[in-house]
């Protein structure tokens, strides 16, 4: 079935220092690539998405990049801070005979005072 | 996005439902489980009132959509597999945005 891979599972940064998580896809007719925050005891929360029509999205310190032929999507952070610290997800998504997301099995953050 | 309850430990073979309520009028809402090193999957959709689809991971699972607001997951004989931490989300389809309830932390022995 579809499914996608993320890496690494865990991370652990300096304070101040980038954070990359990467993930692929293997659903062609996915078009929406969305990245979720999961803090505990909570819900995912979408920090910031990207579509089929884009290659690259920022927002403040976070960014997203898309190479739809690879079938490729990652998350940057930059200047990371503790309160990054937090499990994130990413996803793909499309409407294609119904509305169907398949998630990534989470990066685990932890940002280092 | 609303879920009851928060935590629940059931009996296998003990009947439960999930509640989700949301109150954004969304006509999209789904479920997902969360289990450890598998992220979240879905269970269940719904893209309007009576209308409702199966996900990646349905067995031993039933919803009913009666009305917008509602999207109520049912286990009717739950067994330990089962346990999971459940999420419900309601979905802006056009463009694509779920927005995700707190979670109810299910345990089945």
């Known amino acids: 079935g579809e499914n996608v891979e993320q890496h690494p599972s865990t991370l652990s940064v300096q304070e101040g220092d980038s954070a990359v998580i990467k993930c692929t896809y293997s659903?062609?007719?996915?078009?929406?690539f969305p990245w979720y925050k999961q803090e505990l005891g909570k819900g995912p929360q979408l920090i910031i998405d990207?579509?089929?029509?884009?290659g690259e999205k920022k927002d403040q310190r976070i960014a997203v990049t898309l190479n739809k032929t690879a079938k490729h999507f990652s998350l940057h952070i930059t200047e990371t801070q503790p309160e990054d610290s937090a499990v994130y997800f990413c996803?793909?998504?499309?409407?294609?005979?119904?509305?169907?997301?398949?998630f990534g099995a989470g990066t685990r953050l932890f940002v280092k005072a | 996005v609303t879920q009851t309850p928060k935590f629940q430990v059931l009996k296998t073979g003990q009947s439960m439902t999930l509640q989700c309520a949301q109150d954004?009028?969304?006509?999209?809402m789904s479920w997902y489980r969360q289990d450890p090193g598998l992220g979240l999957r879905q269970i269940y959709y719904?893209?309007?009132?009576?209308?409702?689809d199966k996900g990646d991971v349905p067995e031993g699972y039933k919803v009913s959509r009666k009305e917008k607001r509602n999207f109520p997951l049912i286990l009717e004989s739950p067994s330990p597999n089962q346990t999971s931490l459940y999420f419900c989300?309601?979905?802006?389809?056009?463009?694509?945005?779920?927005?995700f309830g707190p979670g109810t932390r299910l345990t089945v022995t």
């Open positions: 989300a309601s979905i802006v389809l056009e463009i694509y945005e779920q927005y």
């Open positions: 659903d062609s007719a996915s078009n929406y």
């Open positions: 954004m009028n969304h006509e999209y």
């Open positions: 719904s893209m309007n009132v009576e209308v409702t």
């Open positions: 990207i579509r089929s029509n884009v």
């Open positions: 996803a793909a998504s499309r409407y294609t005979g119904g509305f169907k997301t398949i």
